[in-house]
């Protein structure tokens, strides 16, 4: 690999540098297995064996696609997308996922047509030889290619390795067949073919649906996000944090929202520092740019230390609700603010509203309430 690095002329500590020297990789090994396979079942007229080449095929340009993509992705900001081009790949794994599809569709209708049509095969064991070796080369490159997927957190490379890493069970469908009908002159060939199909459609789809999930949104990083936390909670004047939101505009660039609780007798001055110098040290440290919203919170007061108690024990006591946090009572006119935080199977949120507030009126009938009632986006 490190030849390779040499010559494309890439970094290999860089996440693009990575991309395309394993993109490169899987170029040069799936043309060499693609013209063999294609070679050997065309003179063998064997659809199943076929049918592997043109998978191998199709993985040749899912991996040209993943370096356009990656150089495209790659583009600066401009002004018409101030977040940049990160997303292209998103669109570069659903291109694969559709072309792997269709691979699966043609292969699926030429081995069923041949199920009423068979055609005379001519197979060896030298033929089982070649499929065997080249299901053991697409094993170790699938392997390859998904951990440093998995390293960089490409979509695009893990769904190649994945589908590389089916082959082998896409070969040892075909060897089957193959043994099959040189032991016993009986052509299974088209349902061997049947078969590949389906493990073929099932990669494209595993691909289509996880890219799928990316570009309607899904939750963020979770393990990043943990990260910001321990990073933001670890601040001596931060009391706590919540409500992170992570934006993603590719799979490795986020921008991001945090509320956190501060004391508050804290000057503005006290504050601005604190988050500015949390904003600094979470861009050196991670690229993002996170914005903080500010709740002021007075813990001492003998007041908010009861309410929390109380407040406490509602959600212990009550399904679905996590935790809550921004508790503030305004001492101006006594109102009191507190954030509910929910999982996603609450189905009647404002049943809980109705619960909370007379729960709250039991105690504390004369003040009014600000209840918001909201889920974990991380």
Known sequence: MNVLYKILKQDKNSREGVIMATSWLGVIVNILCALIKIIIGALAGSIAIISEGLNNAADVLSSVLTIVGTKLAGKHPTKKHPFGYGRIEYFTSLIISIMILLTAYETFKEAFGLIFEPKKMELSIIVIVIIAVSAVIKFLLGDYVEKQGEKINSQSLIGIGKDSKSDCIVSAVTIIATVVYIVFNLSID??????????????????????????????????????????????????????????????????GSVNIEMDHALTVEQIYATIHAMQLEIMHEYGIVVVFGVYAVDRDHENVKEMREYIGRFVQNTEHVISFHALYIDPTNDDIYCDLVVDYDLQNWDELRESFTAYMSEKYSDQRLELVIETEYV
């Open 190 to 255: 088209a349902y061997a073919g049947i078969i590949t199909s389906l493990f073929i459609f099932k990669a494209g789809f595993e691909i289509l649906r996880e890219t799928v999930d990316d570009l309607i949104g899904t939750a963020g990083n979770e393990e990043l996000a943990a990260n910001l936390y321990k990073m933001i909670r670890s601040n001596p004047l931060v009391l706590n944090a919540a409500d992170m939101m992570l934006h993603n505009y590719g799979p490795d660039r986020y921008s």
